[in-house]
């Protein structure tokens, strides 16, 4: 069921109703948020929510246990829910690659050895739940939070459908307490929602998909050169920005028509200056999550600064493989901490740039970490990248560079605005005349692109 999709406008405006008819009651509303989340992630394959339901059941009651435990036994306890998690994580998700990398290792060595043929199908969301449910146990564990003794409300905070299966990955301290109160939805929130909601609406499907068809035609084509490469990485750039963020804005948008408060999971990451702050800016849950769950535990920067590259560097792969189990996410999360790596002891001889030097070298080191990530596997990202000196003219180049100006222009204007006006939901608080223009147009555009087919949202793969 996609956001993009007429199946959950339907579905929303029957909840919704019924979830404003129980207004006055918070186990009803709990109830019916549990409900309706699980029929929603039913909805992908009925045959993983009990994946789901188990999983959070367990995490519940190890939290309630590692609170009370202290010593060895926490340690263990937490251990449990780690192995178990990431258990079913790396089952679902890396068993083959795993068994297929070792086949590949054999045959390398002059071992014969034929390849299992694992068809493991991924549970959608599960890199997100998994992740949030064990953040939950983790914080518990340091004493960050208390554990929640009301099932329901936990089994809710973690299949909470607006951000079930592509995040942002909220942490318990954040977002478990709004379920522990009646929420009063306000005009304001309506109006904010619904800014959001038109908002990432008009990225995925004004700007991404158009921009992923453009992707799909560079990185598909037999002889690369410099004007495909170029375009395939730019379009496919604006790509994952306008559909994650733009589904990260809808998580919210629907949320906060609900009372809910998400957190921002993008602000402006191809504004940035300089790579650690485009982290900052991009898939912000994930970075706080493994800052907090890996880097820290690893010694963070406590430790020396060679120490502290060490630590960024192991945490960016990590980070690349919980993308998928693919050589090319590695080697582009592997990128990413060579890069920061490099920052680091820049940074300790006191290296600086001017801005627009910082900009384009940030945005330069992303766009080969795009080509990287996009690319179906290493040979053909190696194969790009030696292209990108073939200087040789394309047919479609001039159209495909006027597509793609056409289509993120104006994404870029909106953004460039927010930027301005320090805030996401400036559109929101227009006077009624501009509002109504501003998202006329944006609905306008929307239905220009629509697709009979809605398309589907990026992250649902990892």
């Known amino acids: 069921m996609l956001f993009n999709s007429g199946t959950f406008a339907l579905f929303f405006a029957a909840f919704a109703g019924l979830y404003w008819l129980v207004r006055n009651s918070l186990l009803q509303r709990n109830l019916l948020i549990l409900g309706a989340s699980w029929l929603f992630y039913g909805w992908w394959d009925w045959r993983f929510l009990g994946l789901l339901i188990a999983s959070s059941l367990l995490d519940h009651h190890l939290g309630m246990a590692v609170e009370q435990a202290s010593g060895i036994r926490r340690r ?66 340091n004493g960050r939070i208390k554990a929640c003794r009301d099932r329901v409300q936990f089994l809710a905070f973690v ?30 929130d309506l109006r904010v929602g619904l800014w959001w909601m038109v908002l990432g609406l008009f990225r995925k499907v004004a700007v991404a ?5 453009l992707a799909e035609i560079a990185f598909q084509q037999p ?85 502290t590259a060490v630590n960024l560097g192991i945490t960016l792969v990590l980070g690349g493989f919980w993308h998928g189990a693919s050589w090319h996410f590695v080697a582009w999360g592997a990128w990413h901490g060579l890069a920061l790596m490099g920052l680091h002891f820049l940074g300790i001889r006191g290296w600086s740039a001017p801005a627009l030097l910082g900009w384009v070298a940030t ?3 992303v766009a080969v970490g795009w080509l990287l990530f996009r690319a179906p596997d290493m040979t053909t990202a190696w194969s790009m990248l030696r292209a990108l000196p073939r200087w040789e003219s394309v047919a479609w180049a001039g159209t495909g560079l006027g597509y793609l100006l056409w289509f993120v222009v104006p994404m870029l204007v909106l953004d460039g605005i927010q930027r301005r006006r320090g805030s996401a939901d400036w559109g929101s608080h227009l006077a009624p005349w501009p509002r109504a223009l501003l998202l006329g147009a944006l609905i306008y555009a929307i239905a220009l692109a629509w697709s009979r087919k809605p398309a589907s949202f990026l992250y649902f793969q990892f």
């Open 159 to 188: 299949a909470f459908f607006p951000q079930l299966v592509a995040g942002p990955i909220e942490r318990a301290a954040r977002l478990l307490p709004q379920f522990q109160t009646v929420r009063t939805v306000s005009l304001n």
């Open 209 to 213: 998909d158009p921009c992923g068809s």
């Open 363 to 365: 945005q330069s080191v």
């Open 223 to 307: 002889h690369h050169t410099t004007a495909s490469v170029l375009l395939g990485v730019a379009a496919f750039s604006f790509q994952i920005y306008g559909d994650f963020a733009g589904y990260s804005d809808m998580a919210r948008g629907l949320a906060r028509m609900l009372g809910f408060d998400l957190m921002e999971n993008f602000t402006l990451p191809y504004f940035a200056t300089n790579l650690r702050e485009f982290w900052r800016r991009w898939h912000i849950s994930l970075s706080e999550w493994l800052r907090d769950n890996i880097y820290i535990p690893l010694g963070g920067n406590r430790l020396g600064n060679s120490r």
């Open 76 to 141: 263990r306890l937490v251990q449990l829910s780690v192995v178990v998690n990431l258990g079913l994580l790396g089952f679902f998700k890396y068993a083959g690659f795993f068994a297929d990398s070792f086949a590949r290792l054999l045959q390398s060595l002059g071992i014969p050895a034929d390849r299992p043929t694992l068809d493991i199908v991924l549970p959608v969301g599960i890199s997100f739940y998994t992740f949030q449910s064990l953040g939950y146990v983790t914080d518990i564990a």
